[in-house]
């Protein structure tokens, strides 16, 4: 079977050995890539449709009690200033974003405990009281009790990316975390009910194009109904400061073929692939992605949300982004989605 042949296996039937998404990792040449994202992006347009749905970031807390290696806001860096929002606070921006028409707010943070699940339940609470908003929790590993109490609470979405599936490659990134915690909260909160969201880190060091693949095959047996996927970029306060970052190609492969192994998938265009290219997002949306991630906090707060640096937008008000993103949105001949833009594959 040639590069083409094996494309339109994949856009057929959505399910490839993980040899055979090695070898649509690694195309050919420029006819066999553009073939690749052509298809992610037809298959994107018949599963998910035209819609490009926004979530509104709110980076309400950067302590974390993590030590990731490729993350800025690993508690080891101490030249970071932290900051915490108060519960009010993240309630008035969350309102605020559902103003400037946001379906989706996204609640991220460090792993820091100070939020604990009864102050997260009162801050979905609150806002659910005041905005008709879809709310996705970025807050990392907490026990199936904490995820139980969130979700009653009135949260819908959960994103906890396990970055690399790889269970080696996996230990040499986060020295205090293990694998199977990080699966066993995955199930969890399957099992209760979220729409679970998932992903990786392209160019990670020491990643292989064999890591990659069983990245996609974890994505397809978790059966995911989100799935992040960004380019590594190294921080100048983490041990991998002098490392490569990833690259613009190998991210959009990736989003291709996941987009053609998840047909009804939500894949945003990351901030992190907008920041190693200028056309980025563009690239992304034209290769199976159909959401974005617009960072809605107050512009003083954003260079010190930093888990990697030049990150794009730092300094744009809330209201300026929106514009911005419909503006790419539309010069692609897509719509911003109107409804909570929810997983349609169930
Ligand atoms: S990746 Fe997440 S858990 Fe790890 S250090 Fe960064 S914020 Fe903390």
């Known amino acids: 079977m040639d590069y083409f042949e094996l ?9 490839l050995a993980k040899g055979e998404v090695m070898r649509l990792l690694e195309p050919k040449g420029v006819e066999e890539e553009a073939y690749l994202f052509k298809k992610a992006d037809q298959l994107r347009h018949e599963c998910v449709g035209d819609c490009v749905h926004l979530r509104g970031l709110i980076e309400f807390s950067s302590h974390c009690r993590r030590n990731c290696k490729y993350c800025g806001l690993r508690r080891d860096n101490v030249s970071l200033e932290r900051y915490r929002l108060s519960p009010e606070d993240i309630v ?3 309102h605020n974003a559902a103003l400037l028409g946001y379906k989706t707010i996204v609640l991220q943070s460090g792993e820091d405990e100070f939020y604990t699940a009864d102050v997260m339940a009162y801050i979905i609470k609150e806002i659910k009281k005041i905005a008709d908003v879809a ?3 970025c807050i990392g590993e907490r026990s199936y009790e904490e995820y139980k109490i969130m979700k009653e609470a009135g949260a819908d979405r959960y994103l906890l990316k396990f970055e690399t599936a790889n269970p080696g490659h996996y230990r040499e990134m986060h020295p205090d975390m293990s694998y199977k915690d990080r699966i066993d909260c995955l199930m969890a909160l399957k099992d209760l009910g979220y729409e679970v969201g998932s ?3 392209v160019g990670l060091p020491g990643q292989t194009v064999e890591h990659l693949a069983e990245d996609i095959m974890l994505l397809k047996e978790l059966d995911v109904e989100m799935a992040g996927i960004g380019p590594f970029i190294p921080h100048h306060s983490t041990p991998f400061r002098d490392e490569a970052r990833g690259t613009l190609e190998m991210t959009l492969r990736m989003v291709a ?7 009804y998938a939500n894949i ?6 907008g920041t190693i290219h200028p056309q980025g997002r563009q690239k992304a949306l034209m290769a199976g992605a159909n959401v974005v991630m617009p960072n809605v906090m107050p512009p003083e707060y954003r260079p010190r949300y930093e888990i990697y640096p030049s990150k794009i937008c730092i300094g744009e008000k809330p209201s300026h982004c929106r514009l911005c993103i419909e503006g790419i949105i539309r010069s692609l001949g897509r719509e911003v ?4 833009g929810s997983y349609r594959g169930r």
């Open 7 to 15: 494309v339109d296996k994949a856009y057929k039937e959505h399910n």
């Open 92 to 94: 008035k921006i969350a």
């Open 135 to 137: 709310i996705t929790l």
């Open 199 to 201: 992903g990786d880190i």
């Open 257 to 263: 073929i996941t987009r053609l192994m998840l047909p």
């Open 268 to 273: 945003p265009a990351t901030t992190a692939v």
């Open 337 to 340: 989605g109107q409804d909570y």
